[in-house]
């Protein structure tokens, strides 16, 4: 059974950082990562690990602030985020695939498993 669970999130003052956490077990992918959907807004791309490349992607608006570490042994993909700021606020879910096309690595539908999401909310 394929399973994607993440956690750690939490409310966290403007300015302040926070790791997620996605542990994926059963499943082999070549893409993984994390997205978010704030309120009225569709799912994002937030960054995203190529996994057979080792090559990673983020988003503009989360270049120079989040990270996207891995640990293999653990089979955990992290979501560190640091800056935080009032426009990251959003549920963060964690999803894998395994027939992720290189040219639309965006899209969600591309990817075939999904975490049920764990909630971001930012403070002033």
């Known amino acids: 059974q394929v399973t994607l669970v993440e956690s750690g999130g939490a409310s966290v003052q403007v300015g302040g950082s926070l790791t997620l956490f996605c542990v994926a077990s059963?499943?082999?992918?070549?893409?993984i990562g994390w997205f978010r959907q704030m309120p009225g807004s569709e799912r994002e791309a937030v960054a995203i690990w190529h996994t057979t490349y080792r090559k990673q992607w983020y988003g503009d608006s989360v270049k120079g602030r989040f990270t996207i570490p891995r640990d293999d042994a653990k089979a955990t993909v992290y979501l560190q985020m640091n800056n935080l700021e009032l426009r990251d606020p959003a549920m963060y879910y964690c999803?894998?695939?395994?027939?992720?096309?290189?040219?639309?690595?965006?899209?969600?539908?591309?990817?075939?498993?999904w975490g049920q999401g764990t909630q971001v909310t930012v403070t002033v």
């Open positions: 059963g499943v082999t992918y070549n893409y």
């Open positions: 999803a894998a695939g395994s027939r992720v096309r290189v040219n639309e690595i965006l899209v969600p539908r591309e990817y075939s498993y």
